[in-house]
């Protein structure tokens, strides 16, 4: 393991001396500083061969949190992702993930906190998939890959160490998911009917690229009955449209491989896609509020009001319910369709899983309302 | 004998950076700050809040600032028009 130079202006760390090996691991836990499964103890010289690998000073922050003005600089995320597994060389991909979830547009405090319990997604793009080995096969959102489930699990460990988000304290997350532990995997850009994810979002496709996501727990759509892309499009419009996860928030879809081959050979665009996702993820208005779904406060936010009527065939009604009744059923919700998210760019794209089976993922933006932004960042090499 | 570092981000530098305000004495007559946190139903808790308050005490004029989101800190002007005007400030969360 190369050991990088101490740079010298570096103050002292803080530290810990233990006995051995086992105390170390064993200190980690008495000191609330793990996801709850062990760590690799972050010793300085593992710690500096993980910066070495890095563009990134030790002071350098990588993310900054306003809510709570908390700071992460180089040299902390370093030491998480040493705890976390991390090899060396994934430092700079772990780098830009926490620059892309420290991106003023993502408003991490909230789905940081928040009871909504999000994961942070993280896709990878580019030639760095291949470099470091990342998944984009067969069980890519499950164990096996150190790059997936290291990388993902540093921003986890950076939120429980740096920003104390920890279940309880201020990670309010009512039930949370495993995703929490760790969701990073890599585009298979290879099975995709359309450019990779990065080049839709204005990068080049000899650029690497981190995008992230709120990402409530994913949905299976399973259909293996049909090569129409209708057809199967319906089932991810349904799965979207589900009352228990419905809001105007964004979409994140990974379509299976066997999937993505049924949509390249009709010949159907990523923008065609998107938007017939779009148009068919909807629930009348009446179906919303006989789900409990149109809350009295909503009727008090422009921005939800413009959601509810903004394809109803009537325009919105001259005078909207009170707060006693907005949850009441009236003339015409049964003829207003209320999509999923404001519009198709909401839906984001992606193409990951193993060459056999119609087993594709839909998952939700964390929040009952707009979410936060999809944000992709070049990750340095 | 090794040593491992310590990942967490440490004592808050602003616990250091702001000292307490000071406690009123009386909330007689006193200017009342609500800052609701950008959550749907933060504001009908604090009003209701000061349906209460007024019961036991004289108060003067509420401020009501609500944050657009929660996710968002205060804003610089908000925070500043509380700390002007209000000699007691309520904060919540109200979901």
Known sequence: MPIAATPQDRTPRDGVDVADLWAAIETCYAKGWTDGLPVVPPTESLVDAMLAAGPWAPGDVLLHEPVRDRAVTADKAAINAVMAGCLPEYFPVVGTALQAIGDSSFMLHGPATSTGGAALMVVVNGPIRERLGFNAKANLFGPGNRANATIGRSLRLVLLNCLDCRPGVLDKSTQGWAGKYSLCFAEDEASSPWEPLHVSRGFAVDQSTVTVFAAESGHNVLSHGTADPELLLACFADAMAGLGSMSPGRTAIVFAPEHAAHLRRAGWTRQQTQSWLYDHAWRTLADLKRGGKVEPAFYASPALVDWLYQDAPRGRPAALPGADDAGRVQDGDETVRVHRGLGREDIMLTVGGGDAGGHSAFFPSWSRGRSVPFVTKEIPV | ?95
Do not use: W
């Open chain 2, 1 to 95: 004998m090794m040593r491992i570092l310590d990942p967490t981000f440490g004592p808050p530098p602003a616990a250091v950076a702001f000292p307490r305000a000071s406690r009123p004495h009386s909330l007689s007559g006193a200017t009342l700050g609500l800052l609701a946190n950008g959550k749907s139903n933060g504001m009908a808790l604090l009003d209701r809040l000061v349906e209460r308050l007024r019961e036991r005490h004289d108060i003067g004029d509420v401020v009501r600032i609500a944050k657009t989101n929660a996710s968002v800190p205060v804003s610089d002007g908000d925070a500043e028009t509380l700390a002007g005007r209000c000699a007691a400030i309520i904060t919540a969360i109200g979901d």
